[in-house]
C-alpha cells in the first residue's frame, strides 16, 4: 500500500485566488494533500472544483489574473523538503520538466510544429543539463521506443503534424519522462482521444509506472479510468478536498455526499441502471461562494454548522479521510459551534 | 409489433477533396448504411471520430444531402420531398447538437430561439409568453429566464434550452448528436433523465449519437457499432455488452473503462494495434483487417455484408456467415 | 483444374488504348502548333507531350507485352524513355537558343489561329482523358490510375502555360512570347526529370522481385493450403509492374475454396506492390503427398467435440493413407480470450491442416476452419484409429 512509502510532495493550506474583471475568483480555499512516492493518485472532480489549478500552482504555473495566495508545495528533493512556492524562478525552473513534468489534454499544442519530434525529446534532456544532443538524439529514440511508437529510428525526424493524436500524445509523454521525472502530472491527458486510444495510453502509462516507479497525478472527471489506474483518490469540489482514500475504499464506502452523489451519476454500463441520480443544483459562483461548506446547497445532509463554518479534516480510517461535518464528533462540533 | 418510423436504405455520404486541376478524392464519410429505426425507441449509434457518425445524424434528416441511398419517412422517400412538404418533415424531425455554446444564436433571447420554430411552421401556439413559459418548464427552466440571452447560462442550461426548442415544434423523431459531451457528470445525469421522460411523455423516438458507450447504454433500447462509414453490428444495448460479436464491438467494450476497480483491473487488455484506415481509398476487404485478431484471409479479399445472424442481432463479419 | 485471375482488358487495357488514342491526337496538334507558330512557348509545350507519354507508353508496354510475357520489357522501357528525353531535351535546347533570340528580335507569332486554339483544345482532351482514368479504372488499382492520370494531367499546365506567350502577342505584345515561354521550358524540364525518374524506377527492378518472393513466402504459403507459389514471370515498365504467379493448392480442396484463394491473392500482391498495371494469378491443383489432420482428444485415443484442450495432429501420406506423424498439441486459451474456437482453428490452420474429424464441432469454429480452407469430417467414432479410417477411406475418393 502506498501509504507505506514516504511523502514526496506535500501541499499545505494552498489558496488561490484569480482577480477578474467579474471579481475576485476563491478558486482553491486551502487545499491540503499528501503525495507519496511511487503511487498513482487521482484528482477528481467537476468543472470549477480546483484539479487543474491545484496541479499546476504545484510548480507554479499560474498566470495573472492568477494569485497563488498563501501555502506550502514541500517537495522532497534529495531527501530535503523544500518549498516550492519560495524557490526563486531559475531554481524552479530547473525542477520544472525534470523532477516534475507534465502531459496535458491536447498534446497538439504541447509540440511546436516546427521541430521534429526528436529534436523536442532531446531539447529536454540537454536544457537540463542532463546529455548533450547525441546522447540525447539517441535516448529520445528509446523513449518512443517504450511508449511503443513502431519504427522509432524513423520516427525522430517527423514532424508533429505527421502524427495521429494517439502517437502525438505518445511523444508528449515521451518528452514528459525523458528527465526521469520523480512526478508526472497528467491532467486530462485521453480527455481528446478516442476510447481505443485512451486504452492503450492508460496501459502504456500503467507500464512505465511499474517500471520506472515514477510517481503520477492523474486528473481527471472520468471515474472509469480512475478505476483503472489509481491506488488513491482526492475528491475536490469548489476548491476544497473533500475527501481522500484509497481505489477500493472510494468506490465501495464513498462517505462524503458529494462524493456520493458523484459515484450515482457515472452511468456503468455493466449494470442495468434504471436512472442515474443526478446531484441536485449547480456549482457555486466562486466569486462570491457559499459560506461555511461549499457544497451545503446542494446538500441532502447539510446541517446548520455547514452553512457557517468549513468542516476540519477526520481520519476515519486509515488513509480515509473526510472533510464533513457529518464524521466529526458531537462534542467537537458543539465546540466550533460556540467559537462560531 | 413496432411500426418502423424511418427506413434508411444504403445511405452514402461522399464528401469531394480536391487534389489539384480535375484530380478528386473523396472522403467516404458514410459508406453505404441500411438500418431502420421504429417509432418510440431510441436507438444509439456509436463509433470513434472518424466512424462518420455525426455526418450520418446530418444526412438523415437532409441538413446534408446524401450522395446515393434513400431515406425513408413514415412511409416516404423524403429526398423527394420539396417546399411544403420538405418543410413539414424539418418540423417533424428535429435535431440537438454537441456544442450548446454555438447552437444558440448569441443576439436572440431565449423567448425568440424557442418561439422561432413554431413561427416558421406557423403552428398556433397561443399565448407566445406562456406558451415559452410551459417549454422552459418541461426542460427544468424558469419563467424569469424567458427574456435572457444564451451567453448568460451554463452550459447544462444552454442545452436544455436546446432541447426545448427542438420541441417546441412538436417533433416526433429527435437526432441527438453527443447531446452531453461537453458536459459535466452531474450535469449529464439530469439532461439524460430528463430526455427520458420527455421521450415517454411525448412519444418521441431518438437517434442517440456518441462516443461514450456508457451512456449510449443507458439511453438506447438498440445500439449500432459504426466504423469508417459502415455499421458493423447492430444489436439490443444489453445484449451487446453481454455479448458483443463482432471483433470491434469487442474491441470497444475491452477498452471501455469501468468506473469499478474490481471489475475492471482484473480484466485482461487484448493489445489494441493499429489505427483506422483512411477514409479516402479503403481497403478492398473488411475495413477492420488490419487490426482484427480473428481476421482469416477472406476478410482481406471481400467485405463482409451486414446480415442478421440472429434474431435481432446483425453482424458484418465472416466469423457469422 | 485450374483458377484464374486476371487485370481483364474491360477493366485496364480498354482504357489504355483510348488513353494512348487521345494522346496521340493531343501529340500530332502540339507539333502542328508548334511547327505552324514558330513560337517558343509552344515547342516548349511539345517537348512536354513527349515526355508526358513515356508513362503511357510504359503502361501500354506493360499491359499489352506483359500479358504475352514478351522478355525483357523493361529494356524497351528504357528505350522508349531515353528517346523521348534525348528528342525532347533537343527541342528544349534549341528552344532555349530561339527564346534568346526572340527576345532581342521580338518576331510575330505566325498563324494565331493555331497557336490559341491548340492549348485549348488539349486542356479539352486532358480532361476527357483525365475522367476516364479516374472513373472508369476500377477503385482496386487506384494507385496505377492515380500515376497515369497525374502524369497526362501535366500537359494541362504546360497548355495552361504555353498560352499565354500567344496570347500577349495577338495582343501585341510580342515580348510575352519568348517571355513566358521560359516558365514552359522549366514546366518542360520537370517533365523531362520525371520521365529519367521512370528509368531509375526500372533499375531498382530487382528489389521488387525480392518484395514479391517475401509476399509469396510468408503470406501464401502461411495458408496450408497452398503447397507452392512460383513466379512465373514479373517485369517493369517505368512505374508499371507486371506479374504472372502460378500457385497450386491441394486438389482436395473444394472449388470454393480455391475461388476464395484467388480473390485474397490478388488483393494481397495489388496491395503490397502497389502500381500493378497487369496482373495474372493461375492457381492449379496437384496431389498433396501427405495430408495433414486435426483431430482433437480426450486423452490420447479418445475422440473429443472441437475445441478441446488437447489436439492430435496426424500426418498421413497420400494416398497410401499410412500414418507418418503423430502429435498431440495444447489448444489452451486464456479466460479472456473471446472467441478461444477461432483461435484454435488459426493455430491448426498454421500447422498445415487441411482436414478436421471431430464428433461434433460448434457453429463458429466449423465457419473459421471453412474461411481457413480447411475441410470438416463430422464422425461419430470414439477412437481416433476409427477416424483415421474414415478420413483415409474419404480420400481415396
Redesign the interface.
Known sequence: MSTRNKEILKIRNLYVNFYTYAGVVKAINGVDLDVYEGEVISLVG??GCGKTVTSRAITRLIPPPGRIEKGEILFRKNSEWIDLLKLDENELRKIRGDEIAYIFQDPSSALDPLYTTGYQIAETMVVHDKADWDEAWKKAIELLRETMIPAPEERVKTYPHEL?G?MKQRVVISIALSNDPKILIADEPTTNV???I???L??LLKELQKKKGTTIMLIT????????IADRVAVMYAGNVVEIAD??TI?EEPLHPYTK???A??????K??E?????PG??PNLIYPPPGCRFHPRCPKAMDICKKQRSPRVEIAPGHFVECWLFVSEEERKEAEKSG | MAKPLIEVKDLKKYFPVRRFLLSKDYVKAVDGVTFTIYKGECLGVVGESGSGKTTLGRTILRLIEPTAGDIIYDGKSILKLKGEELKEFRRKAQMVFQDPFSSLDPRMTIFDIILEGPRIHNIDVGDPEEFVVKMLETVGLKREHIYRYPHEFSGGQKQRIAIARALAVNPEFIVLDEPTSALDVSVQASILNMLKDLQKKFGLTYMFISHDLAVVKYMSNRIATMYVGKFVEIANSDKMFEEPLHPYTMMLLDALPIPNPKITRAKKRKEIVGEPPSPIHLPPGCRFYPRCPYAMPICKAREPPLVEVEKDREVACWLYQ | MVVTREISFDEMGKQLLIIVSLLAIMIILSAIAAIYSQSPSLIANFATTLFVSSTVLNALLGYFLGRRKVERISLISIFINSVLCIIGAYLIFENVVLIYNNIKTKPTVTHFEVALTVPILLIIITYIASELTEKRIPEKYWRTARILGDRVRGIISSAGLAIIGPTGAFFGVRIMDPFFAIFVVLYAVIECWRTIGEIRFVRKKNNLLQTLEKVAEETFKAIPAIHSVETEYMDVAGHFIVIHLQATVSKILEEEYIESIADFMLTELIDRLGTVIYLRILIGTKEPKKVIIAVPVMDSETVASFPSEKTAIITLEYPSGRVLNKEIIDLKFDEYEKIPEAKAVEKLAKKNVLIIGAKSINEIAERVARHWFIEVIKLDKEKIEEVIETIKQNLAQ
Open positions: 467537476e468543472t495521429s494517439g478516442d476510447v481505443t485512451q486504452a492503450e492508460i496501459d472527471h472520468n471515474m472509469g479510468l480512475v478505476a483503472e481505489i477500493w468506490f452523489g458523484l459515484l451519476c457515472v452511468p456503468d454500463p455493466l442495468k441502471i436512472r442515474l441520480e443526478p446531484i449547480t456549482i
